[in-house]
């Protein structure tokens, strides 16, 4: 057996609510105060990621992070029992309560930026996790994902580093703007780096640029990469504005293939030259770019065509677009998608899948997952309670029907009982994956 591409699903957390904390992510803006199902919600993400585990793909689970969280509360001075932060908090300001109770961490293509063995200097799989240092809900994830991952991939042949230095020149988003192409999983591919924006430049966009040129080319030192190998791209402020706050908004690659919209890099000719030079003598790069005419970019963001798990599905012989289901409800991709596989391309089927509760917040299928690339001996070491199969899918979706609210409004994160509620869920979910009882703060 040779490298596999495994996807790692951030299992959705109890608090999953719309509280328009993304200042740039239309979705995200658009339904601030609606009410959200946090159990729809997780049960669409099992059900997205059983399906690919079902079709032959490894698929694994990162855990939610612990919400709220009380001590970010604590560091900016509210003291007392959890319930009494809590209570004083909502009191003072609401939306910094919102903050720290986003379930943000659900969106594990922001969870790191992850070099397989095979391009890295010492052998070893290296994974950073993202600081998120641009928005404040995300900005708590660092520490915790750098926990989490060390849970799910212990051992030596995986090197977990610490988020980069949380600072504006550092802004790191994680895996949702790198793409790794290649002939193979196991062989050495082209690590493509997508960044909005120079630390020293005056950021003239109309949304925040999220990630820096300084942060990708500390992660691709950090994790020993061959600099011949790797490309370092800027994505259109153009695709910025309209709202791609991730370029995983606007592209998506795997293997030889790269999908993007003709408006997602910020020089396209050279961008596309730079990864060619950087793939010589490792294969030939397969660009397929959709045209403004076919698919506007409009239509691109709404839809999330390009936030599509792009995958190799066993017994097919060309790639598989695991595609939102608002693709098939709009008629310019789901004619697109139609052009797409009555094709040649490298591109053969499409799938549409139900995320709305994540598609809600900006987070389609691509989002909720991150790749990793395992060796059979890296894959042995994985912890096997994180891994999808058929008894841990129903387990985890009796544990969530348990737990979860069906309903949850923002305004309903002042209510003291769902620190308990969530709290009783986690420390059971702990058990489920095999994290150890003192894998989160409050049960430490
Ligand atoms: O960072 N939404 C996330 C969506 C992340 C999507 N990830 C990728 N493109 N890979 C974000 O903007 C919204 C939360 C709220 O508004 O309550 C949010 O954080």
Request: hydrophobic share 40%.
């Amino acid at each position: 057996m040779s490298a596999i591409e495994a996807n790692f699903d951030g299992l959705i957390g109890p608090t999953h609510n719309y509280a328009g904390l993304s200042f740039g992510n239309v979705a995200s803006d658009k339904n601030r105060g609606a009410v959200s199902s946090p159990l729809g919600a997780v049960l669409e993400g099992l059900g997205k990621a059983k399906a690919l585990a079902d079709a032959g793909l490894v698929q694994g689970i990162l855990p939610p992070q612990a919400r709220p969280d009380t001590e970010y509360l604590r560091r900016l001075g509210f003291s007392g029992s959890d319930t009494s932060v809590l209570e004083t908090a909502w009191r003072a300001d609401p939306v910094l309560v919102r903050n720290v109770y986003s379930a943000s961490p659900m969106w594990a293509a922001n969870a790191a930026m992850v070099s397989p063995s095979a391009d890295t200097q010492d052998r070893r799989l290296h994974m950073t996790p993202a600081n998120l240092a641009t928005t404040l809900h995300r900005s708590i994830e660092g520490k915790s994902t750098q926990n989490a991952l060390n849970a799910v991939f212990p051992g030596q042949a995986f090197k977990v580093h610490a988020p980069l230095p949380l600072q504006s020149t550092f802004a790191d988003e994680g895996a949702a703007n790198h793409v790794r192409l290649c002939a193979e999983h196991g062989e050495p591919g082209v690590e493509i780096f997508v960044y909005g924006r120079e630390s020293g430049e005056t950021w003239q966009g109309r949304y925040p640029a999220r990630q820096t040129r300084e942060s990708c080319e500390a992660i691709a030192r950090a994790h020993g990469l061959d600099m011949k190998r790797c490309v370092f791209i800027r994505q259109a402020q153009a695709a910025i504005d309209a709202g791609a706050f991730h370029n995983d908004v606007v592209c998506v690659g795997t293997l030889k293939t790269l999908f993007f919209h003709t408006l997602a890099f910020e020089d396209k000719a050279e961008a596309l030259e730079q990864i060619r030079q950087a793939a010589a003598g490792l294969f030939d790069p397969i660009f397929v770019e959709v045209a403004e005419a076919d698919v506007p970019i409009r239509d691109a963001i709404s839809s999330y065509l390009f936030n599509s798990q792009l995958l190799a599905m066993p017994g097919d012989d060309r790639l598989m677009l695991n595609a939102p289901i608002e693709c098939e409800e709009t008629d310019s991709t789901r004619n697109y998608c139609d052009m797409l596989t009555a094709g040649n391309g490298p591109i053969g089927r499409v799938n549409f899948v139900d995320v709305r509760q994540s598609m809600r917040n900006g987070g389609g299928p691509a989002c909720l997952r991150l790749r990793v690339v395992l060796t059979p001996a890296e894959l042995a070491s994985v912890n096997p309670a994180c891994l999808m199969n058929d008894a841990r899918y129903e387990t985890l979706c009796d544990w969530a029907r348990a737990h979860y609210r069906d309903a949850l409004h923002p305004d309903d994160l002042g209510d003291p009982a769902l620190i308990e509620e969530s709290r009783t869920a986690l420390d059971a979910l702990t058990g489920l994956l095999d994290l150890g009882s003192d894998f989160y703060p409050f049960q430490r």
